[in-house]
Nanobody, 115 residues
C-alpha cells in the first residue's frame, strides 16, 4: 500500500516556472514506474510524463522540451520541473505510482497559469 502526497502547485504567469513534488510512503527505488497526470477544466485526465525504476522517461508531446520528470530515492520523492509554462498547462496535476500490479494515485495539486 502506497500513499502519495503532491505539493508545489500555485499561480504563475505564462513563461514562468514551477516545480511539483510527490512524497511517497515507500522507497521510490522499489516502485516500478512513477508518473504525473493532469486534468484541465472540462477535459479528460491525460498522461504528462513517466519515469521507470531504471531511469527511463517518457513525455507527452504537448510538454516535451519544457517539463522534466525526476526522482530522488534518498527522500522518496518524485518531481516535475515545469518551465516555459503556458495557460493551456492549467490543470490539476496528479502523482501516480505502479508496483506489485497496483496503480496508486495522489489527491492532486492545482497549477494555474495566467496570461
Amino acid at each position: 500500500q502506497v500513499q502519495l502526497v503532491e505539493s508545489g502547485g500555485g499561480l504563475v504567469q505564462a513563461g514562468g516556472s514551477l516545480r511539483l513534488s510527490c512524497a511517497a510512503s515507500v522507497s521510490t527505488f522499489s516502485i516500478d514506474v512513477m508518473g504525473w497526470y493532469r486534468q484541465a477544466p472540462g477535459k479528460q485526465r491525460e498522461l504528462v510524463a513517466t519515469i521507470s525504476s531504471g531511469g527511463s522517461t517518457n513525455y507527452a508531446d504537448s510538454i516535451k522540451g519544457r517539463f522534466t520528470i525526476s526522482r530522488d530515492n534518498a527522500v522518496n520523492t518524485l518531481y516535475l520541473q515545469m518551465n516555459s509554462l503556458k495557460p493551456e498547462d492549467t490543470a490539476v496535476y496528479y502523482c501516480s505510482a505502479h508496483l506489485y500490479g497496483i496503480h496508486y494515485w495522489g489527491k492532486g495539486t492545482l497549477v494555474t497559469v495566467s496570461s
